[in-house]
């Protein structure tokens, strides 16, 4: 398996060539720590991004196989930040495709399309369900629950008991491996602010003037999947004068109290150990990791803030298919306690460029897991078995034209928004602002739940922060939380 460019694997320029007062060091290759590389270059302050894995893009990664395109997960390019989406068509340009967006929910034996449509809901739940759904919804707008502090909660006083029961609570549960009551009211607010039933129905009887993200229909897309993307930042931040090494694993993070002086890192292509000076860090590797890697060592109590935190992992199974795509959907959510799978992927409508030629499809089934449970630790043999026997129990994909199928497992995917998360972080991000010359950015390496968006941003501003300027990378949250000012960390 390869990413869908050939990315050189050069060391580039020698790390002591570089100017000790601005040699910035980046940790991590995703999308946040590329944005950094990149635009440390288009700034002209010296940087060198280390990767741990031989492949950019962190989770926004694509893999080639035998012709076919895979994403690790499902990455839509849609954002409300004009300075991200300049960014975005500056890296891609006319490989940036537009998308039109069909998801739907499998449900008891049927699909349902979201955004919600009446008529379909309707048809498929039924008058009885129908009217249960609605007056569970009066009920809750009369009589919400307080505190808001948990997922059932929020999406309960938003949509009503008897609808999250039905499409919010399975899947959800899927997703976190723990019940909706011990997850954060955070989690829902952040991915579907905005959203309510009545928002639902109006956006499909009107076509609203403010658009509610969970509810476009359609998005932009590279022409090759994200990896493309972050393969050429890759590329065009090296061409500015940053240094990106592959396969450099940062074990320890060294500090003097007040300011981060270094790195250890890993090349595991050479087996060999060195250390890298920097002026300024910055770090888009998970929170606890940093943490749990200074040295010398954080403060007993801070530590067990950071072995408290929980990254749920994502396991896909990816399929080839002999035969054109049928189902129209870019991905299915799968409500459905009976099967392990949470969501199918149908990379073909995403871009036709994801599959050989139009005669062939594929199909990319997730499962989210904890690292040290049956579904993570099963061999690629009986995991790929377990989602041919599942994808033709959801009748999605005849097993019969399925060709090939290999696994991608991708640790620490997801943080988790459990009930006690957020006074860990404030632990961990008490302790870290100590340090003078590190900036945090990303989903891993602030311990949220960002879209990619939210995570660029981020960059941007650690970047902008080290220029003299003081955004908190913190309040990238949700939509309506973001600066006001975004056009000047473009």
Same mark, same amino acid.
């Given at each position: 398996m390869n990413s869908v460019i050939g990315y050189s694997k050069s060391e580039g320029r020698a790390t002591d060539q570089l100017d000790p007062k601005h040699n910035i060091l980046i940790i991590g290759g995703g999308p946040s720590g590329l944005t950094a590389a990149y635009q440390c270059g288009k700034k002209n302050m010296n940087a060198v991004c280390l990767e741990a894995d031989s492949i950019l893009g962190g989770i926004s990664r694509t893999v080639e196989y035998k012709g076919f395109r895979f994403d690790v997960g499902g990455h839509r390019f849609f954002s409300k930040i004009p300075a991200v989406n300049d960014f975005w068509y500056e890296i891609l340009g006319d490989d940036f495709l537009t998308r039109a967006r069909l998801s739907r929910?499998?449900?008891?034996?049927?699909?349902?399309?979201?955004?919600?449509?009446?008529?379909?809901?309707?048809?498929?739940?039924?008058?009885?369900?129908?009217?249960?759904?609605?007056?569970?919804?009066?009920? $809750?707008?009369?009589?919400?629950?307080?505190?808001?502090?948990?997922?059932?909660?929020?999406?309960?006083?938003?949509?009503?008991?008897?609808?999250?029961?039905?499409?919010?609570?399975?899947?959800?549960?899927?997703?976190?491996?723990?019940?909706?009551d011990q997850i954060g009211a955070e989690w829902a607010a952040q991915r579907i602010k905005g959203l309510s039933l009545w928002s639902a129905i109006v956006n499909s009887l009107f076509k609203p003037k403010k658009v509610i993200k969970s509810l476009i229909n359609e998005f932009q897309y590279p022409r090759f999947g994200p990896g493309?993307?972050?393969?050429?930042?890759?590329?065009?931040?090296?061409?500015?004068?940053?240094?990106?090494?592959?396969?450099?694993?940062?074990?320890?993070?060294?500090?003097?109290?007040?300011?981060?002086?270094?790195?250890?890192?890993?090349?595991?292509?050479?087996?060999?150990?060195?250390?890298?000076?920097?002026s300024d860090v910055i770090s888009s590797m998970p929170l606890t990791e940093l943490v749990l890697n200074l040295d010398p060592p954080a403060p007993e109590d801070v530590q067990t803030s950071a072995r408290s935190l929980r990254f749920r992992g994502l396991l896909t199974v990816n399929l080839l298919i &002999?035969?054109?795509?049928?189902?129209?959907?870019?991905?299915?959510?799968?409500?459905?306690?009976?099967?392990?799978?949470?969501?199918?992927?149908?990379?073909?409508?995403?871009?036709?460029?994801?599959?050989?030629?139009?005669?062939?499809?594929?199909?990319?089934?997730?499962?989210?897991?904890?690292?040290?449970?049956?579904?993570?630790?099963?061999?690629?043999?009986?995991?790929? $078995?377990?989602?041919?026997?599942?994808? $033709?129990?959801?009748?999605?994909?005849?097993?019969?034209?399925?060709? &090939?199928?290999?696994?991608?497992?991708?640790?620490?995917?997801?943080?988790?928004?459990?009930?006690?998360?957020?006074?860990?972080?404030a632990v961990l991000k008490n302790y870290l602002e100590k340090f003078i010359n590190l900036q945090l950015c990303g989903r891993y390496g602030l311990f949220k739940y960002n879209n990619m968006d939210h995570s660029i941003l981020t960059a941007m501003y650690a970047v902008e922060n080290l220029r003299g300027t003081n955004y908190d990378v913190w309040s990238v949250n949700a939509d309506d939380e973001y600066h006001e000012e975004t056009d000047r960390a473009s």
């Amino acid at each position: 398996m390869n990413s869908v460019i050939g990315y050189s694997k050069s060391e580039g320029r020698a790390t002591d060539q570089l100017d000790p007062k601005h040699n910035i060091l980046i940790i991590g290759g995703g999308p946040s720590g590329l944005t950094a590389a990149y635009q440390c270059g288009k700034k002209n302050m010296n940087a060198v991004c280390l990767e741990a894995d031989s492949i950019l893009g962190g989770i926004s990664r694509t893999v080639e196989y035998k012709g076919f395109r895979f994403d690790v997960g499902g990455h839509r390019f849609f954002s409300k930040i004009p300075a991200v989406n300049d960014f975005w068509y500056e890296i891609l340009g006319d490989d940036f495709l537009t998308r039109a967006r069909l998801s739907r929910i499998y449900y008891n034996g049927c699909f349902f399309h979201y955004p919600l449509q009446p008529k379909n809901a309707l048809s498929g739940l039924g008058p009885v369900k129908s009217v249960m759904i609605v007056l569970s919804y009066l009920k $809750a707008k009369i009589f919400p629950q307080r505190p808001e502090d948990s997922f059932d909660k929020w999406v309960s006083n938003r949509f009503g008991k008897y609808l999250y029961t039905i499409f919010f609570k399975t899947y959800t549960e899927k997703v976190w491996g723990i019940p909706c009551d011990q997850i954060g009211a955070e989690w829902a607010a952040q991915r579907i602010k905005g959203l309510s039933l009545w928002s639902a129905i109006v956006n499909s009887l009107f076509k609203p003037k403010k658009v509610i993200k969970s509810l476009i229909n359609e998005f932009q897309y590279p022409r090759f999947g994200p990896g493309q993307m972050y393969e050429t930042m890759g590329k065009k931040a090296e061409a500015l004068g940053s240094v990106i090494h592959l396969n450099h694993r940062v074990e320890k993070i060294h500090h003097d109290g007040n300011s981060v002086t270094g790195v250890t890192v890993y090349d595991s292509v050479r087996g060999k150990r060195k250390h890298l000076s920097g002026s300024d860090v910055i770090s888009s590797m998970p929170l606890t990791e940093l943490v749990l890697n200074l040295d010398p060592p954080a403060p007993e109590d801070v530590q067990t803030s950071a072995r408290s935190l929980r990254f749920r992992g994502l396991l896909t199974v990816n399929l080839l298919i &002999d035969h054109p795509q049928e189902l129209p959907d870019t991905w299915i959510y799968i409500h459905d306690s009976a099967v392990y799978a949470g969501r199918v992927q149908f990379f073909a409508n995403w871009s036709p460029y994801m599959v050989p030629d139009k005669n062939k499809s594929s199909a990319g089934l997730e499962f989210f897991c904890w690292e040290d449970d049956r579904l993570w630790n099963m061999s690629d043999e009986d995991i790929i $078995a377990l989602a041919k026997d599942e994808i $033709a129990k959801l009748e999605l994909v005849d097993r019969n034209k399925v060709t &090939d199928a290999f696994v991608i497992r991708m640790p620490k995917s997801y943080p988790v928004y459990d009930g006690e998360y957020k006074k860990h972080v404030a632990v961990l991000k008490n302790y870290l602002e100590k340090f003078i010359n590190l900036q945090l950015c990303g989903r891993y390496g602030l311990f949220k739940y960002n879209n990619m968006d939210h995570s660029i941003l981020t960059a941007m501003y650690a970047v902008e922060n080290l220029r003299g300027t003081n955004y908190d990378v913190w309040s990238v949250n949700a939509d309506d939380e973001y600066h006001e000012e975004t056009d000047r960390a473009s």
